[in-house]
């Protein structure tokens, strides 16, 4: 399933990651450095595979990444940071 990223997100390097502001809701969600690479090593239209393609190219231990990719999905489309196929 194709997932898009909100055109409405800014961005701002922390210390420990990346925290992303949607301008639209005025949610904030703060990335981790796992995290934070995928979002900048993603397109603004990307598929899971993409995920976790990125993490198996740039991580030294990519063994039981999916649900961690499945969780980073689940909270980015809770905060309004990116939608699955425009249904949220």
């Known amino acids: 399933m194709?997932?898009?990223?909100?055109?409405?997100?800014?961005?701002k390097e922390t210390d420990s990651g990346?925290?992303?502001?949607?301008?639209?809701?005025?949610?904030?969600?703060?990335?981790?450095s796992t995290?934070?690479?995928?979002?900048?090593?993603t397109g603004e239209s990307?598929?899971?595979?993409?995920l976790r393609e990125i993490i198996e190219k740039n991580c030294s231990e990519a063994n039981g990444i999916d649900a961690d990719i499945e969780e980073?999905?689940?909270?980015?489309i809770k905060h309004g940071?990116?939608?699955?196929?425009g249904k949220n």
């Open 35 to 41: 995290a934070r690479l995928l979002w900048q090593k």
């Open 18 to 32: 990346l925290l992303l502001f949607n301008t639209d809701s005025g949610r904030m969600m703060e990335l981790n």
């Open 46 to 50: 990307f598929e899971l595979a993409d």
């Open 72 to 76: 980073f999905i689940t909270a980015a």
């Open 81 to 85: 940071l990116v939608t699955d196929n």
């Open 2 to 11: 194709p997932y898009s990223k909100n055109p409405q997100i800014i961005d």
